[in-house]
């Protein structure tokens, strides 16, 4: 017995590593059950909405949180040459040991900014560092 669990279900719209299935599910530990509310402070997604996740193998109990659980989940947004990534979080935190010259364009650019500028990413650049990352593991 593992409690109270949110599933969320998403339809996968691109991906930078695993398999081919059109949907996937997270089973997070906690939520609201006839009354009763559970908060371990996993992610919360909303209806609708666009997500990067980075999530580990799904545990023994069936349950997985993405990774470092808020860090490894990046809402996608409207910005203003197209859609942008961001978990709230200082890019350059993100990239601190990145060569700058590696880095797609835009992204680069973004880091000589100042930090509230830096919690946001192109979408494609995102998707391309991330998917170059996933290559070498």
Known sequence: DVGIVTISSFVVLDRAKGGPEPTFTVRQAGGELLGLKVDYHVPKFRVGEEYVLFMPPPSRLGLASPVGLSQGAFSVLP???????????????????????????????????????????DLGEFMALTRAKAVTR
């Open 79 to 121: 910005g203003a040459a197209g859609k942008e990534v961001g978990n709230g979080r200082d890019f350059a935190e993100l990239l601190a040991g990145a060569n700058p010259g590696t880095l797609p364009p835009r992204m680069a650019g973004s880091l000589k900014q100042e930090s509230h500028a830096r919690s946001h990413a």
